[in-house]
């Protein structure tokens, strides 16, 4: 019901289905506490939510139409299955820790010495310590999903003082969340068959 109501300027009375406002429409009595009331309500939209009965739109909830719970129910199976997949897991996870390294580094100028030369990074993430070439200098990257900060550190202490490597760890912090984030959004980005791109994207 409260999908029907028009939000147009000028009528728009500013009610959402929205966990609170669906909790205000509830209360029986102003007066008493009513915040158990507004955490179960929250609570069973966002399982109802999650059985796909209803939709997420931003912080409102509607109810899920025969051709959203089929969307659904297909991105639900193409999560799952990334997420049972660590092969894929680690690949994307690396791609992405590359790539922000990439953006974070782009455009660093470094000018060493006296002479002012110009010096530019070479990032590195193999297993083996990076090649020392010509002015560049290497940065070489490792994370906790692949590697440990003590052997990070003790290849560091091992190259000694004059080495030119710039030694970065990553270390490896909420895996679950990680792996979550990252099989939404390749469930989200994948075609369905027939379909088109999914509509979460």
Do not use: C
Not at 71 to 82: I, M, V
Not at 166 to 194: C, M, W
């Amino acid at each position: 019901m409260i999908g029907q109501l028009k939000t147009e300027s000028g009528a728009d009375i500013g009610v959402r289905a929205t966990a609170e406002h669906i909790s205000d429409l509830l209360v029986e009595d102003l007066t008493a506490d009513n915040g158990k009331l507004r955490s179960d309500v929250a609570a069973h939209l966002n399982a109802l939510a999650d059985e796909g009965v209803l939709m997420r739109v931003g912080s409102e909830f509607r109810i899920q139409t025969e051709e959203g719970r089929a969307w659904d129910d297909e991105f639900r199976k193409r999560e799952t299955k990334f997420k049972n997949n660590a092969a894929d897991f680690d690949e994307q996870r690396d791609q992405l820790l590359g790539a922000e390294v990439d953006r974070a580094l782009k455009g660093v100028k470094l000018i060493q010495g006296q002479a002012k030369v110009s010096r530019s990074l070479v990032t590195h993430r193999g297993q083996e310590p990076p090649q020392v070439a010509g002015d560049s200098i290497p940065v070489w990257i490792r994370d906790g999903f692949s590697s440990t900060e003590k052997a990070m550190t003790d290849a560091a202490i091992a190259a000694g003082m004059d080495s030119p490597t710039i030694y970065v760890f990553i270390p490896k912090k909420s895996r679950e969340e990680l792996l979550s984030a990252i099989a939404t959004f390749e469930a989200a980005n994948q075609d369905h068959p027939g379909q088109g791109r999914s509509r979460y994207y």
